[in-house]
Each structure stands twice: as C-alpha cells, then as structure tokens.
C-alpha cells in the first residue's frame, strides 16, 4: 500500500523537520507545504505548533490556509494539531493579542473555530496557592478520557455566543475499566508521560480525550468528529509514545 500524502503545513513556524521525520518514521510520506492547493491534495493534514497564537493565525489567514484547512476538516480528512495547532482548532486565543490577559476581550486572535471556546494563559497559581513554573516544560502525564465525538459541525458562532456554548458543555469523564480511548491512543495506556512545553491552556469541553495537571487540570489531547485530533504536547519529541501516537494517526489515516 502506497504511504499516505500527509502536509505539514508551512505557517513560518520551527519545528517542521522534526515533525516531518516523525511522521515519516511513522510510515506517512510527510511533506511541508504552504501553498493552500497542496494542502488541499494531500490525504492528510498535520498542524505543528511553535510560536505565539495572534502571529501564527494571522500569517495562516494571510497565506490562504485558514479556509483550506478548515475545507479539509470539515470533508472529514485525518488533522493532527500539535501544540499550538491543537490551540488553533479553537475559536478564539489570548496569546499575542491586544488585550492577553482579557479573555473577554473582543481584540482576542481568531484561530480556526473547529471547537468552541478560548485559549487563555495557564496560570502560575493553583487553587490552594501553590506556585508553579510557566511556562509549563518537560514530561508529564496524560489521563485518557471518555470524550463526546465531536459536536456537529465546525463553529460560526460571535465570541460572545461560543463562549455561553463553552460554559454549557458538559464535563468529560475518566476511562471507566475496559472502556476504549481515542484511536489516537489505541495501545498507550492512561497516565504515559509525554513531553510539553507551553504556557496557554486550551478550553475544556466533550472533545477533551486527555487532561494533564500543572497548577490547573487542563485538555491535552481533544478530538473532532472520528479523524480530527490535536494535542498539546508534542508527540514527535516524546520517545516511544510519540512515535506510537504518530503510528496511530497514520493508521487512521490509511484507513480514512
């Protein structure tokens, strides 16, 4: 069988040639592409993620892969957002904008509104008043969780009307015994360690199929409908794991 096409797209961030070789380990053949008609070819799309949230959908919208992107999710292509291409599947992000330590503000970024709701900055306190170091860097661990798939269609909504949805999303729950994970995770149990580096958290919601704890419990891994996926650590920099997660996302791709 012919290895699948996967792009990874080109918004004039780093770390493209690590998640391009991890890929490729995987068995996908991996490309960077930034043309949006290349993108549109491709059998799958990968979103890797360095850099601030305001830049990179403002250069992603100025390259004219917004709308393909979204054209491909939508179509139900396999996308793996990573990092800060998971926080890009949301509506809206504080990082890089205006107003970043509003979340209410109406000058937050625009990011792809696959998913509802907005990035916001990780706190460096919890709720008993321990400090803790942000950015969040290095190994910890992923609790899988029981997730909804998907929640119909990718998001229109004003701001104001995605974040009343947010709120009124319901909780996601623990992997009852038995129960089976995201197919991103087939064969990677609950609690594997996976390495991150980051300091905004994405909003919580029924996508959620992974949450990690640093000062707060946060999504790190969500899936949209049965092939769209992101996470917020970084697979291709995560050991044996990551290798077996980006196994995973091609197999799901071949089998798309």
Partial sequence: MTAPRIAVVDYRKGNLKSVERGIA???????????????ARADAVVLPGVGAFADAAATMEELGQVDVVRERIAAGVPFLGICLGMH????????????EDD???THNAR???????????????DQKGLSYKVP?????????????EGLGGLHQASSAAQRGLSERLEAVEPLADGQKSSPLFDGIPSGTYFYF????????????????????????AVQYGDVAFGVQFHPEKSSDAGARL???FVSIVKGA
Avoid: Y
């Fill in 25 to 39: 380990a995987a068995g996908g053949s991996a490309f960077v592409a930034s043309d949006p008609a290349a993108i």
């Fill in 88 to 99: 890009l599947m949301f509506e809206e992000g504080v990082e890089g904008a205006p107003c």
């Fill in 103 to 105: 979340e209410a503000s």
């Fill in 111 to 125: 990011g792809l509104a696959v998913l509802p709701g907005v990035v916001a900055k990780m706190p460096k306190v």
């Fill in 136 to 148: 969040h860097v290095g190994w910890n661990t992923v609790q899988l969780q029981r997730g909804s």
């Fill in 197 to 220: 580096t980051h300091g905004f958290v994405a909003p919580s919601g029924p996508f959620v199929v992974g949450e990690t704890t640093h000062s707060v419990t946060f999504p790190s």
């Fill in 246 to 248: 980006l196994r995973n």
